[in-house]
């Protein structure tokens, strides 16, 4: 995958100061599913009785919003309306941004 260029803002929400790559945001991204230029940002962490549902989209959306791109759709697909099913659909070049980010 090519190199993207990071604006300045997007830089200041994924970098430290160190110039690492921030962990939480990179492990909310890791939780994230992509598929066709949907992002599923709802997961879940925890065994049995003591399982929650957690949202990645307080990382997600400023991210896409920084780089200047824009949500086309929020939506969701599970059969019962479940929180997992949650998801944003994007442009493929958002979703390459975001699955290039996931990556570092």
Request: hydrophobic share 35%; proline share 2%; aromatic share 10%.
């Amino acid at each position: 995958m090519e190199a993207i260029k990071l604006k300045k803002t997007t830089k200041e929400i994924f970098f430290t100061k160190k110039q690492e790559a921030n962990k939480q945001v990179l492990k909310a991204l890791n939780n994230c599913k992509f598929e066709d230029g949907k992002v599923y940002h709802t997961y879940t962490s925890g065994k049995g009785r003591f399982t929650s549902n957690l949202t990645a989209i307080g990382y997600v959306l400023p991210l896409l919003k920084a780089q200047g791109y824009k949500v086309l759709s929020e939506g969701n697909d599970s059969p019962r309306g479940g929180s997992t099913g949650d998801f944003i659909k994007v442009s493929k070049r958002a979703l390459n941004f975001l699955l290039y980010l996931s990556n570092q």
